[in-house]
């Protein structure tokens, strides 16, 4: 179990569709993260938004458009991608600052046929 | 950017004997989390270690921090089938966390 929540769970869609996955938590953690990972290999950040604000954005290509709402909310827009971007979208949120562990979703699984 | 390498890459156990994973910066770090990972699940955390040498134990886990903080351990006395899963560190550069390449653990019972 995971207090930090991820919509949808599995996620198919084609190279034209525009789709978007969430995330919320109710910890009042004001850092939030987006993490990528393939299988066998381990997570790899994209964003970080830290009180709301997009703070690092680790060279990602457009196609991917977070979005923070509020301080419990973070989306990301997904459109035009490419098959290679199949993979499990992970969702995390901490405490701002030093000593700040991380608490993931259970991830997206996400298909680009 | 940061680099963090894990060694071994794998690794195959019978029940009962100890694990050991070590990971590797190439800069020094501002601490380093430990996480896991069952398979089809989500990493979960499991410690943190900020002081240089710092030495952290959770029943049959020990964690240590090298004194360059570039370095660290975990080591699994006696594994159980439930130690099952991929073991990840991740150094914090300013909120910034870079994941190790991770060591995956199999326990034979």
């Known amino acids: 179990d995971t207090e930090v929540t991820q919509t949808p769970k599995h996620l198919v869609m084609g190279m034209t569709n525009k789709k978007s996955l969430k995330c919320e938590q109710h910890?009042?953690?004001?850092?939030m993260y987006w993490y990528k990972q393939k299988a066998k290999k381990p997570p790899e950040l994209m964003f970080v938004?830290?009180?709301?604000?997009?703070?690092i954005n680790e060279s990602v290509p457009s196609r991917f458009s977070p979005e923070c709402p509020n301080s419990s909310l973070l989306n990301l827009h997904l459109h035009a991608l490419q098959p290679e971007d199949s993979a499990l979208y992970l969702c995390?949120?901490?405490?701002?600052?030093?000593?700040?562990?991380?608490?993931f979703g259970n991830g997206t699984r996400l298909t680009v046929t | 950017g940061q680099q963090v390498m894990q060694i071994p890459q794998y690794q195959h156990v019978q029940e009962g004997e100890d694990f050991t994973t070590y990971c590797n910066s190439s800069?020094?770090?501002?601490?380093i989390q430990w996480y896991k990972q069952r398979p089809g699940g989500h990493p979960v955390f499991l410690i943190q270690?900020?002081?240089?040498?710092e030495v952290k134990k959770q029943k049959r886990l020990t964690f240590q921090f090298g004194e360059a903080k570039k370095n660290s351990s975990l080591h699994i006395t006696a594994t159980q089938t439930t130690d099952v899963g991929t073991y990840f560190c991740?150094?914090?550069?300013?909120?910034?966390?870079?994941f190790g390449s991770g060591t995956k653990l199999n326990v034979k019972p």
């Open positions: 995390a949120s901490g405490p701002q600052g030093p000593e700040s562990p991380l608490h």
């Open positions: 910890m009042g953690h004001r850092a």
């Open positions: 938004y830290s009180y709301e604000k997009l703070s």
């Open positions: 800069t020094t770090l501002s601490n």
């Open positions: 270690l900020v002081k240089s040498g």
């Open positions: 991740a150094g914090d550069d300013f909120n910034k966390f870079y």
